[in-house]
Structures are given as structure tokens and as C-alpha cells.
């Protein structure tokens, strides 16, 4: 990991040399478990393709109240210091630390206010082979603001993820994976991944406790999905960080909303976490292989 600088945080000129994979992106998502209100707000510029996407929806109450998938946008003019990009609008303060942002859905709206428990951290996505990003950074924190759905004023707190990513990225990189984040509180907060990869499983993640930001090095994962192979029910997570430190986090899904499009899919589930005995919320993401890896092709000797 490497301290974030301001400078990290704007937007970053298209290298000369960038394949047409090369994107920029931003993502908010978060989780009310009180009343089971959250969303997944998510945006990619393409330079190179001269276009830009989102994805986004709420969830109010358990239900889906609104979506917005909204392809081709054109390219926008600004920086992430105040950024428009079709139903989304985002305000990155120079603390890094500070996000306003705002949804529309139709006649509906979402306003939140982030703020991150630490500084932003950098971490490698790119691990095993994969292409994700060359450049991410990420934070775990706490929003608040309000939905307004229907005419109806309903107020929000949550536990929340942001992160920016740069660089070349190929969608659907690894063949299976599992990502959580939690956070319970203004003390303690994590985000752990596990990834298949060309050259097999792939753990990293970190952890905010009491101040102090750690990096995982080991992490257990085991994920219960529906039916369908794609929604996910329930989590345990047994995962070490740096010093001898250990967490055993739990979590089971309250809603699942499928996000993405044919270049890359998932659902995303809200759920309710504990973790020592106390209580959290977060996002639980499973990708479940679709097709054999390189190991288990050589086994099948194919």
C-alpha cells in the first residue's frame, strides 16, 4: 500500500501508448441495514472508445426503486472535484476524505454526505497475471443524506466502500472471486478479495481497527450462493492481517441486485455483518467460475 496524494485523486490524462482497454473509474456503494436502503453507483470513462458509462441503482425499504444503465455517455469535461456523468453527480474534497454525491432515478433522488474512517490506500489489483487496473485506490467509511422515493423523505447511515481505479482493464479477468467489505463504526472496518488467477488463488484485502490500517495475509472465504448461481445468500470469512491479528467476520445477505452488463456482471448483496460480537453492514460480491482454469485444464490434460 502507498499514501494517496491529491493529485492521485483527479483526472489522468490518456498515455500516449494506452491500449483501448484503458478506463478510468469511480464507485460509491453502501449499506443502511436499518432500513434496508443501499446502492451500487458506479462510473467508467473510456477515453480511447470516446464514451462513458454508468451503473447505478438504489434499493429502499429491501426493494429496488430505481436503476440507471446508461451507455455511450459523452466523454465529461471535469475532474472528480465536481464531476456530472448522466444521473450521477460526484464532489471529491481535498481531504480525500470527504464525498458528496448525488442519484437520480427519475423523479426519485439520493443525496449522500461520505466520510472516510482513514486516508484513501492504494492496493494492487493487478496480482496473479490479471489486468483489473493499473492504478486503485480505495476507503471504507460511513454515509449519510436521504432518499427521496415517491415523494417520501427517508433518512440514511451506512456503512460504505469508495474506491478510483486507472489504467488498462479487461473485464471478467478472473474466472471466480469473492469480495466484502464491512464496516462497524468509525473504529473498525474490512475489505478482503480472493481472486482465482492464471496462476491460482489470490488474497488481499485490509483492515481499519482502532486507527491502525493493516494489510490481510491470509483470508479463508467460504460463500453460500442461491439457485440461480449468482446470488449470494451468506458469508464466512476467517482472515489474518500483518502483526498476528485474526478476524472472523460473518454475513448474510438481505437484498441482491445484479449489476454490470455482457462485459461484466455480478450481484451485489447487501447484508448485515458481525464480527466479535459486534454489528455491521456491507456489500458481499460472488463470481462463481464459469469455465475451466489453466490448472484444471492441464489436469483434464485439454
Known amino acids: 500500500m502507498h499514501q494517496v496524494t491529491i493529485e492521485d485523486s483527479r483526472r489522468h490524462a490518456l498515455p500516449a501508448d494506452a491500449p483501448e482497454s484503458w478506463q478510468e473509474s469511480f464507485f460509491l456503494g453502501w449499506y443502511d441495514p436499518a432500513t434496508r436502503s443501499g446502492g451500487h453507483h458506479h462510473i467508467s470513462i473510456k477515453p480511447k472508445q470516446d464514451h462513458a458509462h454508468v451503473w447505478s441503482w438504489l434499493v429502499v425499504g429491501g426493494v429496488l426503486v430505481g436503476r440507471a444503465q446508461q451507455h455511450r455517455l459523452p466523454v465529461p469535461d471535469g475532474d472528480y472535484g465536481d464531476l456530472d456523468v448522466g444521473t450521477l453527480r460526484v464532489r471529491v474534497a481535498e481531504s480525500l476524505r470527504d464525498i458528496g454525491f448525488e442519484a437520480r432515478f427519475g423523479d ?11 486516508p484513501p490506500h492504494e492496493v494492487t489489483l493487478d496480482t496473479g497475471g490479471l489486468t483489473v487496473g493499473k492504478r486503485h485506490y480505495e476507503s471504507m467509511g460511513i454515509v449519510t443524506g436521504t432518499a427521496i422515493v415517491n415523494g417520501e423523505t427517508v ?148
Request: net charge negative; hydrophobic share 40%.
Open 108 to 118: 426519485d433522488r439520493l443525496m449522500l454526505d461520505y466520510r472516510s474512517l482513514c
Open 155 to 302: 433518512a440514511l447511515s451506512g456503512g460504505a466502500w469508495h474506491d478510483h481505479s486507472w489504467g488498462p482493464r479487461q473485464f471478467y479477468p478472473h474466472r471466480a472471486g469473492r469480495w466484502v467489505f464491512a464496516v462497524f463504526g468509525d473504529d473498525l472496518a474490512i475489505s478482503v478479495f480472493t481472486y482465482m488467477t492464471p496462476q491460482g488463488p489470490k488474497q488481499f484485502g485490509w483492515v481499519f481497527d482502532d486507527g491502525v490500517v493493516r494489510t490481510v495475509t491470509r483470508a479463508d472465504f467460504v460463500a453460500v450462493v442461491a439457485d440461480d448461481g449468482l446470488s449470494p445468500v451468506s458469508c464466512e470469512v476467517r482472515l489474518w492481517v500483518e502483526g498476528f491479528r485474526g478476524y472472523h467476520l460473518q454475513g448474510h445477505v438481505d437484498t441482491s441486485i445484479l449489476t454490470g452488463d455482457d462485459e461484466w456482471y455480478s450481484k451485489d448483496g447487501l447484508a448485515a455483518f458481525t464480527c466479535g460480537g459486534r454489528l455491521g453492514a456491507g456489500i458481499i460480491e460472488v463470481n462463481e467460475q464459469k469455465s475451466l482454469n489453466p490448472a484444471q485444464r492441464r489436469e483434464l490434460e485439454i
